[in-house]
């Protein structure tokens, strides 16, 4: 015959382990939690373009976004930005990373 003491002796390595994966299981969600916290999120400008070699022209403008508080409207074209002219000095893919995706929310874009 089992007496009640004897069952939760046989129970204690059961107990322990499902303790230690429900620790291990909190601190992996928690430093992901962090991680994706942490992590600046993209820069939206609010608008969708049309690239070409010596510019970008704007094709459509979304309501509420930078792009529109600072006055952009469609069909209005990009020819350089920070400076750095999208025809000559640099591909325009590399440019908009360089510029918006490593960006932070509210810095200046000229």
């Known amino acids: 015959m089992v007496t009640t003491a004897s069952q939760a ?3 204690r390595p059961l107990l322990l382990a499902a303790a230690l994966l429900l620790a291990l299981a909190s601190m992996l ?5 962090m991680y994706y916290v942490r992590r600046p999120a993209p820069v939206e400008v ?3 373009l049309n690239y070409t070699p010596s ?4 094709k459509r403008v979304y309501s509420g976004s930078p792009a529109e508080g600072v006055g ?3 069909h ?5 930005i920070n400076g750095q ?21 509210g810095e200046t874009v000229t």
Do not use: M
């Open 55 to 58: 510019a970008v022209e704007i």
């Open 9 to 11: 002796h046989k129970l």
């Open 72 to 74: 952009l409207k469609p």
């Open 85 to 105: 002219d999208i025809a000559s000095r640099s591909p325009w893919l590399n440019l908009q990373e360089r510029t918006w995706q490593k960006s932070h929310p």
């Open 76 to 80: 209005d074209r990009i020819v350089a």
């Open 46 to 48: 609010g608008f969708d």
């Open 29 to 33: 969600y928690g430093a992901a939690w």
